[in-house]
């Protein structure tokens, strides 16, 4: 079975250009994470969705961060504009989480992808 | 808000050293605790978790760590590393919701 899929592997942007990134979650997880690591830094989430919700998005900078997940499957992160400071290793997991399970899952993590801005 | 602390960011062993690998949180209810492990050029893969029951835990690779609630602790130990444990460690913990929050990590070394 295909693990969490994230793509590009690597991106290179100009500071002020856009930029996004795309997850393909494990089949059947419903729940679907976005974090931020920074080097020498363990992953700091961003957002996280219970099928299409978005039930968790308080750290994510919603001045040029936006994220969806269309269908409940796939989703993206894009960056407009981004920022020297964005230059990380944006991770996406996955977990099947079932209605009352308390936090009992384990998420699953792609490759990720790692942005430098110049 | 929850927090992970992992005191030891670099650690070096020789094969066959024991390892102890410090995690503390600070929450104030129950907590679902987790080890995380980063091979060079992998992915994130879980290494162990801890939901309640025996307060000690055994995973994958011979890693086993023990939850002591008094001390808000959860170290992760090994009683003989190998080289191919070389790797970056993560403590995280989730009080009863899906969001997981991370320690800094710890980078392994392990030399022949």
């Known amino acids: 079975e295909a693990g969490v899929v994230q793509s590009p592997r690597y991106k290179i942007i100009e500071k002020k250009q856009p930029v996004a990134f795309w997850c393909n979650p494990i089949?059947?997880?419903?729940?679907l994470y976005w974090y931020r690591q920074n080097l020498g830094q363990g992953p700091e989430l961003l957002i996280r969705?219970?099928?299409?919700?978005?039930?968790?998005d308080s750290q994510l900078p919603k001045d040029r961060f936006s994220a969806e997940r269309l269908k409940g499957v796939d989703s993206t992160l894009k960056i407009q504009p981004a920022e020297l400071g964005d230059s990380a290793v944006y991770l996406c997991a996955s977990s099947y989480s079932i209605p009352g399970s308390r936090g009992r899952t384990e998420a699953f993590f792609g490759q990720g992808t790692r942005l430098t801005v110049v | 808000a929850q927090s992970v602390s992992q005191h030891n960011h670099h650690v070096i062993l020789s094969e066959a050293a024991s390892l102890e690998l410090g995690c503390n949180y600070s929450y104030g209810g129950t907590v679902n605790l987790f080890w995380y492990v980063q091979y060079p050029g992998q992915h994130l893969q879980l290494l162990l978790k801890?939901?309640?029951?025996?307060?000690l835990v055994k995973g994958i690779k011979g890693f086993e760590a023990e939850f002591i609630k008094s001390k808000f602790s959860f170290n992760l130990r090994k009683p003989s590393v190998q080289w191919s444990d070389t790797a970056e460690y993560f403590c995280a913990v989730n009080g009863r919701t899906d969001k997981l929050i991370f320690g800094t990590g710890t980078r392994l070394q392990v030399f022949p």
């Open positions: 801890y939901f309640s029951g025996d307060p």
């Open positions: 089949s059947g997880h419903n729940t």
């Open positions: 969705y219970e099928n299409e919700e978005a039930v968790d």
